[in-house]
């Protein structure tokens, strides 16, 4: 395993170590009780060392020891962390072979992407536009328009997820966008910080126009695959899942185990 310098979706770069096999699959069960500490401890234990913070203030993104404090990075890094985790710890592991429920037919269809950033790979990264750097640099809160009044916001990092994620245990049936919005959100002109919740919860189409909005100032990774099932030949987007197979890829040694199964009978005869 050769260590491997990152360029993360802000501009940080991060020397990436690969893990251990046992330090994969104790992710999975970690993922059990929360996902937010899992990732973390799976991209600490991956980190060799901060290179650049980018725009990350030094102070609060190094620490000890060169590490990088995985909880004070924004989301969409964290995201890109745990596809490098997988690219640096296994030779292959930039194609995911996965299976993905269909969303019109009861079946399951195999499909496959490349980890890779473009053009190597399938995965598209994109950078905060410098305006929206320099905010973010000087920690300025991010502003959109929406119905005629100003809604000023932040971007969201490990520690908001982790708020997140502790709100959803206590309202199980909250939608979490809702509550990721409901952080993200700082203020709205002219509204109490209590009626915040029901003005999101409320919000129409212009709600995507307001996401589509954000994005456009954040940086990120894009994780939606395009999939056509293999039996009803649908075609429809699904979000790249995070679960065992991209974590402990067992597929590729099945297909390998098999492979020799049939190499070794076919040199018998
Ligand atoms: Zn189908």
Redesign the pocket.
């Known amino acids: 395993m050769t260590n491997r310098i990152f360029t993360f979706p802000t501009g940080m770069q991060v020397e990436m170590k690969g893990r251990s096999i046992s330090g994969m699959k104790a992710t999975v069960n970690d993922m059990m009780s929360s996902l937010v500490n899992a990732h973390t401890k799976a991209l600490e234990d991956a980190t060799a060392k901060l290179v650049d913070p980018g725009p990350y203030d030094p102070e609060e993104i190094a620490g000890p020891n060169d590490t990088v404090k995985w909880l004070d990075a924004l989301s969409e890094d964290r995201l890109y962390g745990l596809i490098a985790t997988r690219l640096v710890t296994y030779p292959e592991g930039h194609i995911y072979q996965m299976e993905i429920a269909?969303?019109?037919?009861?079946?399951k269809?195999p499909h496959k992407t490349d980890l890779r950033n473009e053009p190597d790979g399938d995965l598209l990264v994109y950078e905060m536009p410098e305006e929206a750097l320099e905010k973010f640099k000087q920690g300025e809160p991010f502003e959109v328009t929406v119905l005629d009044k100003k809604v000023t916001w932040k971007q969201l990092t490990g520690k908001h997820e982790r708020i997140v994620e502790k709100l959803a245990r206590q309202e199980p049936n909250a939608d979490t966008d809702d509550l990721a919005m409901g952080l993200r959100i700082i203020e709205i002109e002219g509204l109490h910080r209590n009626d915040k919740m029901d003005w999101i919860k409320g919000l129409g189409a212009e709600r995507i126009t307001m996401q589509d909005d954000m994005s456009e100032q954040t940086c990120g990774v894009d994780t939606v695959i395009d999939v056509v099932?293999?039996?009803?030949?649908?075609r429809f987007e699904a979000a790249l899942p995070f679960d065992a197979d991209f974590w402990v890829p067992l597929q590729k040694f099945r297909d390998r185990r098999r492979r020799r199964l049939r190499e070794a009978r076919q040199n018998q005869i």
């Open positions: 269909c969303m019109r037919c009861p079946n269809t099932c293999q039996h009803c030949k649908s």
